[in-house]
Structures are given as C-alpha cells and as structure tokens.
DNA sequence: CCAAAGAATGAATCAATATTCACTAATAGC
DNA sequence: GCTATTAGTGAATATTGATTCATTCTTTGG
C-alpha cells in the first residue's frame, strides 16, 4: 500500500481546477464561448490539453461552471442593488443601472451571458440565470405595486419585458464590431446610452416622464 | 463552335439558383444559419453539393444573399406600416406591432437576423439591417416630436434604444427552448407578450400609460 | 449524329478542433 | 530506495463540415 491523497495534493489540484476556470473566464470574456478553444485555454493555464480533462469531464461541462460562476456574480450585484434602502423605483433604477453599466464594461462577457449560442449544458445554466433576473425584478415590480409608485400590471411579463429590453439594448450596440476597449468619448457615450435606456425603462414601467 | 447559352439555359440556371435561395432560406428558418449546412441544402434543394458552388462563391456569399433577402421583406412591411395614415404615435405602434408579431410568427428566423453570431459578410448585411431599422424608427420619431405627441428627446438614440429594446424582448423568450409550432395557447401568449412591449415601448417613447 | 462548351456530380480532400490514451513524472507510505 | 497509485502530457485520432476537381451528363449549333 503506497499512495494516499494527500492534503497537499488536493490543494494543489483545487488550485490547477481554479488557474484553469479563470483562465477560461478570461477566453470568454475575450472572445466569447465560441473563441474558447481547449488548446488556448490550457495554454494559459500552462498545463497540457489533456489535464482540462481530469478536472473537467468535457468542454460542455466546463463552460457551464464558467457560466455558473459568471452568472452567480451578476445575480449578487443585482440583488445587492435591489437591496438598498428607498423605493421601489429608485431601487429598481439603481438596479438597471448596475446590469447596464456592468454589462457595457465587460460587453463580450454580457453577449455570452445573454445571447451567445452555446451548446445544451450551458443554455440550461442561462434558462436559470434569466428566471433569477426575471424573479428579481418581478419581486421589485410587485412591491412597487403595492407602495402605489408603480401603476398596476402583470409583474411576472413586465419583468420579463424589462430583462428582454435592457438585455437586447445592449446586446445590439456591443455584439457585432465594437470589440475594442472602452475610449473617453465611448465611456461619454456609454453613459449617455445607459441614462437614455434607464430612462426608457423606468417610463415604460411607470408611464411617468421624468 | 457549337453551345452558346441560351435563354432557356438561363432561365433554368435562374431557376436553379432560386430553388438554393429558397432551400436555403427554410434551412435558415428552422435551426438558423449555424444548422443550415451545404449537404442538407444541396438535399432539399435536389442538386449535389458541387452545384451549389456553381451558383453561389461561398456559404458566406450564400448566408449574405439570403440575408440581404430575408431583411428587405422584413423592412418592406415595416416602411409600409409606418406610411399608414394617423399620428406619428399610432403609426409607430403599428410599426411595432408588425416587426414584433412577424418576429413570433418566425422566431428562429428573427433570432437569426438579430442576433446569431455570423460570418463578417453577413454581418456587414446585418449592420445595414440595423442601421435601416434604426433610421425608420428615427424618422417617425422625429416626426412625432414635431406633431408634439412625443416629448423632445434625441430621435437617434431613441430608435437605437427601441430596436434594441423590441428585438431583445423577442429574443429572450425565443431563443432558448421554444423550436416547436404555436401551439393555440401559445398563441395567445403571444398576443399578451404583444402587447405587454408595445405598450411598454410607446410608454418609453412618450411617458404615457393607455 | 457530332463536336464543342458548359453544367452537374459527389467522392475525395482539407481544415479546424475536441477528445483520447499510451506513456512519463510525481507523490505517498513503507 | 522501492512500489503502488495517481497526475500530467501531448501526439495521435475522431469528428464535423466546407470546398475542390476529375469525371460524367446536357445542350447547342451545324
């Protein structure tokens, strides 16, 4: 009888598990799933081809933990913002403001997480992610309801309209050409489409002009 | 000397080209242009794989055919319903209407004209998609604001923000499992989520709850 | 019917990647 | 140092589809 895992060992192994999810994460948000190719990744993570799978049972399984840990961080911000003191709409506003503003500093990322076709595991990953949005903002809209400062609706399809819309408003501007980072006059412009979008949303919820 | 083409030649070569065309839109139409693969159409369209390279350079040159199509007829309804008579408002709303309930009718069609990742070609046929889009919508709003029926704003970034707003909305709920026929109950789901961003988007537009 | 020219064919080739696996290196306990 | 066991390697293989091209079929004008 000889060899046993070890403590140190397991470390080890949860660390190369780890170098190799962040380095993924990085391939994502370069280029998205689609330009995430296993050679790449184990490139940057200086291991060979082969390893990515002793830690991960295939390319699939691997992007949707990827997925999963993206989504995850997204969600918290949300809630966070959803969490604040004061109402309904201001904490819905901040919250859209938090999505927008996060999604258009690290836009491929957001076009994966919202739009990229990916292939089964991962879309049941992004199923979940869009009914946690969707169960966020319903939950907003509803106590909104109840305050009296949102007018009285279908909670569950205003908020579903609500992801659809931000999500899509930013999808187009970013998907296509505008891979580069960020100029001072795009971070202008940025801000700019981020208020217009808000703006369209909070008045398309409320049907108040402000 | 002997062949010379000759107009019957022309009209089957014509003929021949169409049906590709045609193959390849239904291709299109059912698993987008990822599924539309050289084989199943050269199938459908009964040649052999070969021919298809005879009447067209390349998938891609194909793919930007077929798109440059498919978004004329899109475009077409939407001009036409936006020179209707009635207020910029009204007609705006039946513009809407139109683009959003073709776009239920062909989900996997209007995904693969949004948004599914493509190649350079037709993404540059896409960008003038969008651009033709955004500048119908821009105009009737501009319209508006001198009717006085839309507050001032910024016409561009409006129609920027409403094409986003409606094709996101569209692809949210279609994109992910929804393949299968409209089943009547579906139906009218639809009509619902119809209504749900038309009224959602003129509200964005003018701060007026109906 | 014939010869020239073009059109159509589809099996073979090429390309791009994911995945495997025979082999080597490292580790644990003795 | 030895051996059993697991981790790591990366060249070889498998897969999926687009594209090519030598060959066959059609058409045309005489």
């Not at 709409?89 to 997480?113: C, D, H, I, N």
């Not at 400062?149 to 579903?160: A, F, L, M, V, Y």
């Amino acid at each position: 009888m000889a060899y046993r895992e070890t403590e140190k060992m397991r470390l080890r192994k949860a660390a190369a598990r780890q170098r190799i999810a962040e380095c993924t994460y990085e391939c994502v948000a370069e280029g998205g799933f689609r330009n995430a190719r296993i050679t790449r990744i184990a490139q940057l993570a200086n291991v060979a081809t082969g390893t990515i799978y002793r830690h991960f049972e295939s390319k699939e399984d691997l992007f949707a933990e990827i997925f999963r840990q993206a989504t995850q961080r997204e969600i918290d911000k949300v809630t966070k913002a959803l969490a604040t003191p004061g109402s309904a709409t201001e904490r819905l506003e901040k919250a859209l403001r938090q999505f927008a503003e996060r999604a258009l500093k690290g836009p491929v990322m957001a076009w994966s997480l919202i739009a990229e076709p990916v292939d089964p595991k991962v879309e049941e990953e992004r199923l979940a992610y869009r009914k946690a949005y969707a169960g966020l903002f319903e939950q907003a809209i509803r106590e909104g309801i109840e305050e009296g400062c949102i007018p009285d609706q279908n909670p569950r399809q205003s908020s579903t309209c609500l992801v659809g819309a931000i999500a899509e408003s930013l999808v187009g501007p970013l998907s296509p050409t505008q891979i580069g980072q960020a100029t001072e006059k795009e971070t202008e412009n940025n801000d700019q489409l981020v208020n217009t979008i808000i703006c369209f949303c909070i008045q398309g919820l409320t049907g108040t002009r402000r």
